[in-house]
């Protein structure tokens, strides 16, 4: 398992994941094409997201998307049932040499 650390533009939102990255999600929903979210999904427990941010409960108000409230950064989504097991991360507020060169999953998220 490895540790990854990533920070919004402005540093008030830092994340902390412990978990390995075999993939990069794209999404084409109508949100995660105007935030340009790249995902990488994962239990809770894998992160630790330190800061406040601000929530936006899109579409079919299943998750709250969440980002900086001073720099304006996408940072995660976490789902609203506290039962569903997974969250999402935004892998553009890592080091691009963590996500760079990993393969792309395509997600149709405007079918949904």
């Known amino acids: 398992m490895s540790v990854h650390r990533g920070r919004c ?3 008030r939102i830092r994340l902390v994941l412990r978990a390995s990255i ?5 999404c ?6 105007r935030t340009a979210g790249l995902w990488h999904y994962c239990p809770p427990g894998d ?3 330190d800061g406040v941010g601000v929530a936006y409960r899109q579409g079919d108000r299943t998750l709250d998307l969440w980002h900086c ?7 995660h989504w976490t789902p609203v049932d506290p039962a ?10 890592f080091d691009p040499a963590i996500w760079c060169d990993l393969p ?3 997600i ?3 079918r949904y």
Not at 28 to 33: A, D, H, Q, V
Not at 69 to 75: H, K, N, P
């Open 22 to 26: 075999a993939e990069a999600s794209e």
């Open 69 to 75: 409230g001073t720099c304006g950064c996408t940072t």
């Open 47 to 49: 992160v630790v997201v």
């Open 108 to 110: 149709d998220g405007a």
């Open 9 to 11: 533009h402005c540093g």
């Open 28 to 33: 084409n929903c109508s949100i995660c094409r």
């Open 84 to 93: 569903y097991p997974t969250m999402g991360i935004n892998l553009r507020m």
């Open 104 to 106: 792309r999953r395509m």
